[in-house]
């Protein structure tokens, strides 16, 4: 199933979110771009931050005995169901991207472990800012080269 038939270099944050989400789901093989990877991760952030303000103003809307009404619950229910259904294809994409760089997905648990979380957070940003190989890895393709948008 192949979310747009536009080349990637029109494809729009939701779009990218798509790809990750529809397309590779839970694909630990091959390789993402960084648009690939920030739009996904940007797109995540913004829905967050809705559901987040969402919540304040229905705390907010609490009755005089400070308990917030039913629907508070109900979306704070939906946004624990969205993490859990997006922590599958974050990592997965996540490791594609380290995979672009020619990383190993190993490298993910850097940012896991509790002790080197800080210091493995920036090594993964750093990773995932990175531009990735070009050419062929040991990963796949050049996911520039496939698309033709080597040079873009």
Known sequence: MTVSKKP????TMV???KKVVIDNYANFDGRARRSEYWYFSLLNILITVVFGFILVVMG????RAGEPPVTFYLVLMVLALA???LLLPSIAVAVRRLHDTDKSGWWY????IPIINYVGGIVLLIFYCTEGTRGANQYGKDPKE????LFL
């Open 109 to 112: 648990l850097l940012g896991v």
């Open 8 to 11: 990637e270099s029109q494809y």
């Open 60 to 63: 907010a809307l609490s009755d």
């Open 83 to 85: 993490y859990l259904m």
């Open 146 to 149: 496939q698309s033709g948008e």
């Open 15 to 17: 779009d990218w979110w």
